[in-house]
């Protein structure tokens, strides 16, 4: 997936998980929603979740994706719940392709993506339970589905203990981010960010980019009525 000039990319057999942070208003959903047009094109084993019943939800039904968000009249907890359902089938896919690679191991698999926006609005605002369990579901598809094919793609305001609902492991699975949380000592104070919408730092840790912090200027794009 290009990302900006001389070949700056997301290579999708490469990076397994994604982690996107930013403000509110930032541009977080424009660019996950340049993503997951851009996996559309490849797959259609992508499932969503808005807990803000937004841009995302839209897109999806556009799109003829499966996507979580509230009904009218529940609650976040009610969310969070189909979501640690979704997780849960998940994991259940991954033992089930551990076992089929055991016994064929160059076979090729097809990636199926977890699409969550926004992390923080789907843990507010839920029972400690549920937290708990998402946390530790989410933890073990980050750890075991890059051997597998499960990814996931994580968008937050920011992505602390809070977030990931206690587990910070799981930011140690992510292998591209764009959010400078995940580089606690960084030090960015020489690198010029480009201002706007759409607009940060990013750092890949995929072995074949520069592991350098670089600035980010993701693609967009703008609607107008004719």
Aim: proline share 4%; aromatic share 6%.
């Amino acid at each position: 997936i290009p990302l900006m000039a001389n070949q700056v990319n997301i290579d999708l057999n490469d990076v397994v998980h994604l982690a996107i942070s930013g403000s509110s208003g930032s541009g977080k959903s424009y660019f996950l929603e340049y993503l997951i047009r851009c996996i559309r094109k490849i797959t259609d084993d992508i499932i969503a979740v808005d807990p803000k019943r937004a841009d995302i939800y839209s897109l999806c039904h556009e799109l003829n994706l499966s996507v979580l968000s509230p009904k009218r009249g529940a609650n976040l907890n009610s969310l969070i719940t189909e979501v640690n359902e979704v997780l849960g089938d998940a994991i259940n896919k991954i033992y089930e392709r551990q076992e089929f690679l055991l016994n064929n191991p160059n076979a090729p698999l097809k990636r199926t993506y977890i699409i969550i926006d926004e992390l923080l609005a789907l843990v507010q605002g839920s029972s400690k339970q549920a937290r708990d369990t998402f946390a530790q579901l989410l933890g073990t598809v980050a750890l075991l589905g890059r051997a597998t094919k499960v990814s996931l793609i994580l968008v937050s305001q920011r992505f602390d203990a809070t977030a990931f609902g206690g587990n910070l492991a799981v930011r140690e699975q992510i292998n591209c981010n764009t959010t400078q949380f995940l580089l606690p000592n960084a030090h960015i104070e020489n690198i010029v960010v480009p201002s706007g919408i759409g607009t940060g730092i990013v750092k890949f840790s995929d072995g074949k980019h520069d592991s350098n912090i670089m600035p980010l200027l993701t693609p967009y794009y703008e609607s107008r009525q004719t």
